[in-house]
C-alpha cells in the first residue's frame, strides 16, 4: 500500500522523542492513552512492568531472528499480519487501525518487519496515547501523542510512495496530498 522511498530514509534516523533506558522511567513519562509498542524488544522490555495496549512484534531484532520469542500470552489477543519490509501494507494499517480501537490488548505478528508501524501508530493515535520503539544501540524511543506529533507522522505519510489516498481512507485521515512529492 505504501512504500518507504529512499529520499525519505535519512528522515527516520533521528529519534521522534526522548530515549529511555529504564522501562519504569519511560511509563512514568508515559501519557494517559494507550501504549503502543512497535518492536520485539521494546515489546519484551515493557512487558516487565505493563502490558501495552497494542504491540508489534516480528520475532527479529535488528534484522536477525531472536533466540526466544516475545511473550503473547499476557495479550488478550494475536492477530497475524503480512508486512513486507520498507512498506505499510494494508493488511497492517487495518489491523492497526482495528487494535486501536478495541479495548482487547492486541499484538499483531508480523510477517515480514513492523519497523515503519510506529509512523501511522503515532499518525492515528488519540492524544495522550505513547508510542515507543527502539532505537538500535540506545535505547526506547517515547512519543507522547499530541497534535504537533501526529501532524508531522501524517505529513510523512503524504510524502511516501504508494496507494496514499486509499491509506488514508483506511486510516480514516486527511493528508495533505496536495503539497506531497509523487
Not at 59 to 71: F, G, I, S, Y
Amino acid at each position: 500500500m505504501l512504500r518507504l522511498p529512499d529520499a525519505l530514509r535519512a528522515d527516520l534516523k533521528d529519534p521522534v522523542g526522548p530515549l529511555y533506558t529504564d522501562p519504569a522511567a519511560l511509563l512514568a513519562a508515559a501519557g494517559d492513552g494507550p501504549l503502543v509498542t512497535v518492536g520485539d524488544v521494546v515489546t519484551d522490555y515493557l512487558l516487565r512492568e505493563t502490558v501495552p495496549d497494542v504491540a508489534l512484534v516480528d520475532d527479529r531484532t535488528k534484522r536477525a531472528p531472536l533466540e526466544e520469542r516475545v511473550d503473547r500470552s499476557p495479550f488478550d489477543r494475536t492477530v497475524h499480519v503480512e508486512n513486507p519490509a520498507a512498506t505499510l501494507s494494508r493488511d497492517l494499517l487495518a489491523a492497526l487501525r482495528d487494535a486501536l480501537a478495541s479495548e482487547a490488548t492486541t499484538v499483531l505478528e508480523v510477517d515480514g518487519e513492523e519497523d515503519l508501524a510506529a509512523v501511522p501508530a503515532i499518525a492515528i493515535a488519540p492524544d495522550g496515547a505513547t508510542v515507543v520503539y527502539g532505537q538500535p544501540d540506545e535505547g526506547m524511543v517515547c512519543v507522547v501523542v499530541d497534535a504537533e506529533t501526529r501532524a508531522a507522522m501524517r505529513a510523512f505519510l503524504a510524502e511516501m510512495d504508494g496507494e496514499r489516498e486509499a491509506a488514508a481512507a483506511l486510516l480514516d485521515l486527511d493528508l495533505d496530498l496536495d503539497s506531497a512529492g509523487d
